[in-house]
């Protein structure tokens, strides 16, 4: 069966430093990998997307970046962190092909102070 | 066009009693998903509908593809403390491009 993976579960971090958040997924190949910010008591906002190795696709211009070196692998990566990306970021995988469901990593509740 | 609109946005109810949200869009949906997520978790899905009219349970969950594809409904019946999370409706439109709902914050009083 599959899983997906993400640590750490929660991070706290000051203004400017910088940020790793990884994802891996087990039991499936070439999975279509996401990562969703989520602030305090709202819904799910994309961020990121990726259908391959190497292959990235920005939803919301912002302070953040994202990886996939490795088929099952999703790195989420800020070089500076801001207060505002506070908040909790999720992982999630589907597979390739039509109207998927997608399965979330448990979240990283992250907070820059 | 494709923007997921979900009501309620929060319930308050007493143990037992029945809940009912739903998700709308103007435009058509090819799925439609129900998700809950517990306190500091990451989302769980409930419910996958896939063709317009399907109904669909999960114990004491039912859910609906609407036939017109542009709306579907979740029914919990009997609610219980357990049942306390934010509920999020899913879709794919017919680009595949996922789409979620703001959440439907559920409160069970015992």
């Known amino acids: 069966s599959q899983t997906i993976h993400q640590w750490p579960a929660t991070l706290v971090q000051p203004v400017g430093s910088p940020l790793s958040l990884e994802c891996t997924v087990e039991?499936?190949?070439?999975?279509?990998l996401y990562w969703y910010r989520q602030a305090a008591g709202r819904g799910l906002q994309l961020l990121f997307y990726?259908?391959?190795?190497?292959?990235i696709s920005s939803e919301v211009p912002q302070n953040l970046s994202a990886s996939r070196p490795q088929d099952r692998q999703f790195i989420l990566s800020s070089k500076k962190l801001l207060l505002s990306d506070s908040g909790f970021y999720l992982c999630?995988?589907?597979?390739?092909?039509?109207?998927?469901?997608?399965?979330f990593g448990q979240g990283t509740r992250l907070t820059v102070v | 066009g494709q923007q997921l609109n979900q009501s309620p946005q929060s319930m308050f109810i007493q143990e037992g009693e029945d809940v009912s949200m739903n998700c709308t869009s103007s435009?058509?949906?090819?799925?439609w998903l129900w998700y809950k997520q517990d306190p500091g978790e990451g989302p769980v899905l409930l419910i996958a509908l896939y063709k317009a009219g399907e109904l669909t349970s999960n114990g004491r969950l039912t859910a609906q593809f609407g036939t017109t594809r542009k709306d579907s409904f979740l029914n919990i019946s009997a609610s219980i403390p357990s049942d306390v999370g934010i509920y999020f409706c899913?879709?794919?439109?017919?680009?595949?491009?996922?789409?979620f709902g703001a959440g439907t914050r559920l409160t069970v009083k015992p």
């Open positions: 435009s058509i949906f090819n799925t």
């Open positions: 899913a879709g794919h439109p017919p680009n595949n491009d996922m789409r």
């Open positions: 990726s259908v391959g190795i190497g292959q």
């Open positions: 039991g499936t190949s070439n999975p279509n």
């Open positions: 999630a995988w589907t597979l390739t092909g039509l109207y998927t469901e997608a399965f």
